[in-house]
């Protein structure tokens, strides 16, 4: 191993954690980046950066550098990067040893994409930059023996990708992903919003409303929550409630995408592993997972048991951790690495 930390990073389109071994996660903190226009400088890195989303002055903007799971703004990411490996590992210390660094990535992504990752961390401060498909590390965070000769499904549903796959013996055998998730939950409310209340609302409110209400599946008793937005006929603040029942059928459309893609992969699976998967059901990782009755609907259309996993958006974060220490079991295949020892 050599001297220098062993970090796993969940670089996530709404938000990065960082696990260090035998620390656990020791950050997690929205990837978003504050930045003034004028001078190119970054003003505030994460949670205090989210916090100026939709409320900076002309010249500073609050920019998310990665989107649908891959890296938009390559120069906001290094940075982004350098700030939470610096914030992590004491300085001094960081300086005289680098740690190595395995990054999660969504199944789908180009081999110019991985790069970009890579480079990113490189740029950022790591000795070796590993990479892992998302639904590995989350079926490993989720506490799955990925090395046996048995079937196990994994369905991640973070902010920018949904990564759905099938595993067995340390790899994928059938994997997909989609760019539905969170974000395009919070979007579908931000448009129904404007449509149906003539009210504009930001992204912040949106993912609010989906914390708070957001359902998938019909719920025994209705929730309401009141929204503050501005009304596009007067321009003026106005507040309206709305249910859950709106919200579900909100909802709908981006949620029944990442159903057939979970349908699509049970149908590319070879028969031996759907028997397994049936008996042992599909995992459910990632903070869209949370979204009320999102495991009752993939249970009710795929007839097959659905178990969200404990603490399910660290999974993919403390599965890029463990992987470190387990390289040798895995399949070459299954992670890339570039850098120095």
Not at 43 to 69: C, D, F, H, Y
Request: glycine share 10%; aromatic share 4%; proline share 3%.
């Amino acid at each position: 191993m050599g001297l220098g930390l062993d970090i796993g990073l969940d670089l996530g389109t709404a938000s990065v954690l960082v696990y260090i071994k035998e620390k656990g996660i020791v950050l997690r903190e929205p990837s978003v980046v504050a930045i003034d226009k004028n001078t190119d400088r970054i003003l505030a890195v994460g949670e205090e950066a989210r916090k100026m989303l939709g409320r900076t002055p002309g010249n500073i903007v609050a920019i998310r550098p990665l989107r649908e799971g891959v890296i938009s703004d390559y120069h906001v990411t290094e940075k982004m990067l350098k700030y939470f490996l610096n914030k992590v590992c004491a300085k001094s210390f960081f300086k005289l040893f680098k740690p190595r660094v395995m990054i999660c990535v969504p199944s789908g992504v180009t081999e110019v994409e991985k790069r970009a990752v890579e480079d990113a961390a490189m740029q950022a401060g790591a000795r070796k930059t590993y990479l892992i498909e998302e639904p590995i590390a989350a079926a490993i965070g989720a506490g799955i023996d990925i090395t046996k000769a048995c079937g196990s499904m994994v369905v991640d549903i973070g902010g920018g990708t949904t990564d759905i796959a099938v595993i067995s013996l340390g790899g994928t055998v059938v994997s997909t992903s989609v760019k539905i998730a969170g974000d395009k939950f919070d979007e579908a409310i931000v448009r129904y919003m404007r449509k149906k209340h003539n009210i504009m609302i930001g992204e912040r409110t949106a993912e609010e409303i989906k914390i708070q209400i957001g359902t998938v599946f019909p719920r025994q008793k209705e929730v309401q929550v009141d929204v503050r937005g501005r009304n596009l006929v007067s321009g003026l603040p106005k507040t309206i409630t709305i249910t859950s029942t709106e919200v579900m059928e909100v909802l709908e459309e981006p949620v029944s995408s990442v159903v057939e893609a979970v349908h699509s992969v049970l149908e590319r699976t070879p028969p031996e592993l759907a028997a397994d998967i049936s008996e042992r059901g599909i995992v459910m990782t990632g903070g869209g997972s949370l979204v009320y009755g999102m495991d009752k609907l993939l249970e009710y259309k795929t007839g097959i048991r659905v178990i969200i996993a404990d603490d399910a958006v660290s999974c993919v974060a403390i599965g890029t951790g463990k992987t470190l220490d387990n390289l040798d079991v895995l399949r070459k295949d299954t992670y890339s690495d570039i850098g120095y020892y």
